[in-house]
């Protein structure tokens, strides 16, 4: 109940889903966070591929989950790092967006866990655990699936699939 509940206060309005230039919604994020990431020593690279399909979707949504991600990379790299953005298409021809960071990285024990609400490897009062599953739950209103990639002491890969819209031309 507290879960669901939770959800629906993330979740105030509904998406308004249209179709998307995923690449102004990946550069839109990375102006906002850039000069924080500078501050904190994070390099920022973007690789987007010119190919990269439209999807249909919210772009205030979708930008929260880049959001989450790249706030959740720079934790993971207190001392500095390179975190790259990436976003082309699948071999399955849908959109795939790639945040990689050279963090901590993740136990392994902690991967399967990293999406349930509440989970946090946070010091109390630092987190509440509802970033990842928050993220989880907009890119499943898309249609889309996100799965992550993790060595401890080498850095974490987050992959978001989203399908792709078929474009008139």
Same mark, same amino acid.
């Given at each position: 109940? @507290?879960?669901? /509940?939770? #959800?629906?206060?993330?979740?105030?309005?509904?998406?308004?889903?249209?179709?998307?230039?995923?690449? &102004?919604?990946?550069?839109?994020?990375?102006?906002?966070?850039?000069?924080?990431?500078?501050?904190?020593n994070?390099? !920022? /690279?973007?690789? @987007?591929?010119?190919?990269?399909? &439209?999807v249909l979707?919210?772009? /205030? #949504?979708l930008? &929260?989950? #880049?959001?989450n991600? !790249?706030?959740?990379?720079q934790?993971?790299m =207190?001392?500095?790092?390179?975190?790259?953005?990436a976003?082309?298409?699948?071999?399955?021809?849908d959109?795939e @967006?790639?945040?990689?960071?050279?963090?901590?990285?993740i136990p392994?024990? /902690?991967?399967?866990?990293?999406?349930?609400?509440?989970?946090?490897?946070?010091?109390?009062?630092?987190?509440?655990?509802?970033? #990842?599953w928050?993220?989880r739950?907009?890119?499943?209103?898309?249609q889309?699936?996100i799965?992550?990639?993790?060595r401890v002491?080498?850095g974490?890969t987050?992959?978001?699939?989203? =399908?792709? @819209?078929?474009?008139?031309?």
């Open positions: 109940g @507290i879960v669901k /509940n939770l #959800l629906a206060y993330t979740h105030t309005r509904e998406a308004t889903k249209k179709p998307l230039d995923l690449a &102004q919604v990946i550069g839109d994020c990375l102006k906002i966070v850039g000069h924080q990431l500078e501050l904190v994070v390099g !920022v /690279n973007s690789e @987007i591929k010119p190919d990269l399909p &439209q979707g919210d772009a /205030n #949504l930008e &929260q989950v #880049l959001m991600l !790249v706030w959740n990379a934790a993971a =207190p001392k500095g790092g390179s975190l790259t953005v976003a082309r298409p699948s071999t399955e021809g959109a @967006i790639t945040v990689k960071d050279t963090g901590v990285g392994r024990g /902690n991967l399967e866990k990293i999406f349930d609400p509440f989970f946090t490897t946070k010091e109390v009062g630092k987190g509440t655990g509802l970033g #990842l928050v993220v739950s907009i890119v499943e209103e898309h889309g699936t799965d992550v990639k993790s002491g080498k974490s987050f992959t978001v699939r989203l =399908p792709a @819209i078929e474009t008139k031309t």
